[in-house]
């Protein structure tokens, strides 16, 4: 918890953070005055956690956190000039560090922060982050940011002149994955970039450190393609959209739409790349294309269907236009492809294959003579053929695909990695193949579906999924032998925002579980049944404070406020316990 100090400051304990940290090491209640003498001295590989430091710490406390060339570090005081907060001597500096140390001991993404006690009348000594690269000094410039107190989050001081404190002691931390990801569908509800980049901050708070970007369906196309201009003419509009599930007769009539340009694309990816966290883009194939389609007729299945009579999808759902299995279709990607690898420099680039009805390929010639030509025994297969061809020509570029566990069906291409959102089976039988994979089964840590029963739930999607239900979620199955398990790559929560028609629906359907989540994927954690959720309620205490001061609009513990709720719009609730999968 939080303890205030004799001079009306808040100060965080090393026993507030979220996620929680392997080793914690406490001296007493001592604490270290950080103060406008404090100097922030970058090693090399650190100078962006440096400059993010100044721009965000910087910018609450109101401290210049300057170079230490700036000016002399020995003998800084506290801020009344004699031995600062309650007595406690200034920091002559934060020292950031690349350590070969910590990377053979706790990995790339480990970190050990050490706040020293001080003597009173002792000299000062420095507040030290060491990484086992850049990424883990970030993440322990994170761990500073809690310990500071939740008022580190605002964007400027409150309290010009107020006294800022650190608890004395070590954290030494590291993470349980390296993929540690949150999925944002921004097709079915656009998000305006200053919010993508809102989410990006709030990911790097809770050590989250992959964003899935979400960027076509069959209800919008959001990225700007400059071979295909129809994409963003077109496609990324919507006349009217579905209020609340499919099921509903209700509909809210305004257009809908909106698309990031490819610098915003690129400012997204940078302003990621600075917080140690990989943009992984998803373009949605074979199936989830109608809104490609409507802007590229060609695209479908035209021996079936008049494709020129679609549109732009404004219902929830599958819908049963899905691309045409043709050379034009696979050139056309192609060229869609070129673009999102110049713009998004990760590994994996997410292809989708998820939801792909066959109905059309059954009854199209064209889909059939291609089943024929390549030898194929069913439609199942023609998938498969779709994506094993990009699955190879992503891996001539260097990069690799990954794709939703439908991919499995038909067979999986030799390169591909699983996201399973089907339950585990489809991680189960991808790791055992050799296979890497992401776990995200829908029952556990999809985000969309409802966190309570009851009536007062905006628009309930799916089943009771409670913050001690995602707290408990357990990535790794544990039918896996270790080294199949080996092939998890780590875990991610999804969002699928067809009932999130704004930011205040996501804040309030992705926290508080994110949270939880985050401690998930980052922690080494007991097992499901013997993780110690109160305690984990116990520090949410001093972490809804922090959600506070971002703006965060959570589910609060009690249940909606009034205005976060929807009453009269129809959701599609599901009962009981969700099955395993």
Known sequence: MTAVTSSGTSAATAADLIPAARTVRTEGTGRLAVDAGTRLTAGPGTEGVARWL??????????????????????????????????????????????????????????????????????????????????????????????????????????????????????????????????????????????????????????????????????????????????????????????GHRASDLWDEKPHGGYYTQDDIREIVAYAAERHITVVPEIDIPGHSQAAIAAYPELGNTDVIDTTSLTVWDNWGVTPNVLAPTDITLRFYEDVFEEILELFPSTFIHVGGDECPKEQW?????????????????????????????????????????????????????GAAVSSW?????????????????????????????????????????????????????????????AEAAHVLGTQANVWTEVMQDRSRVDYQVFPRLAAFAEVAWSALPASADRDFAGFERRMAAHYARLDVLGVGYRPPGGPLPWQRRPGVLGRPREGQPPRG
């Open 54 to 243: 100044r721009a965000s710490v910087g910018a609450a406390t109101g401290l210049p956190l300057e170079p230490e060339e700036a000016g002399g570090a020995d003998g800084a005081v506290g801020v009344d000039g004699a031995g600062g907060v309650d007595g406690a001597v200034g920091a002559a500096r934060i020292a950031l560090s690349i350590s070969p140390d910590v990377e053979r001991a706790s990995g790339p993404e480990g970190y050990r922060l050490t706040v020293p006690a001080v003597d009173g009348a002792g000299p000062a000594r420095d507040v030290t982050i060491e990484g086992g690269s850049a990424a883990g000094v970030f993440w322990g410039a994170q761990t500073l940011r809690q310990l500071l107190g939740p008022e580190a989050y605002r964007s400027a001081p409150v309290t010009p002149g107020r006294g800022w404190e650190l608890p004395v002691g070590t954290v030494e931390d590291s993470p349980r994955f390296a993929w540690r990801g949150l999925m944002l569908d921004v097709a079915r509800h656009f998000m305006p970039k200053d919010g993508v980049l809102r989410y990006l901050d709030l990911l790097a708070a809770h050590k989250l450190n992959v964003f899935h970007f979400h960027l076509s369906d069959d209800q919008g196309w959001r990225i700007e393609i400059r071979s295909k201009p129809r994409l963003t003419e077109t496609a990324a509009w919507r006349s009217r959209t579905k209020w």
């Open 362 to 414: 059954k009854d199209s010639p064209t889909a059939q003579d291609r089943i024929q030509e390549q030898g194929l025994a069913n439609e199942d297969e023609l998938q498969s053929w779709f994506i094993r061809h990009f699955d190879s020509w992503l891996g001539v570029r260097g990069r690799r695909l990954i794709g939703w566990d439908e991919i499995l069906e038909g067979g999986l291409a030799p």
């Open 422 to 482: 089907r339950g585990y089976s489809g991680g189960i039988a991808a790791a055992r193949a050799g296979h890497d994979v992401v776990m995200c089964p829908e029952q556990h840590v999809y985000l969309d579906h409802r966190q309570a029963a009851g009536d007062d739930e905006p628009i309930p999607i799916g089943y009771v999924r409670t913050l001690e239900d995602v707290y408990r979620f357990e990535p790794v199955p544990a039918e896996l032998t270790d």
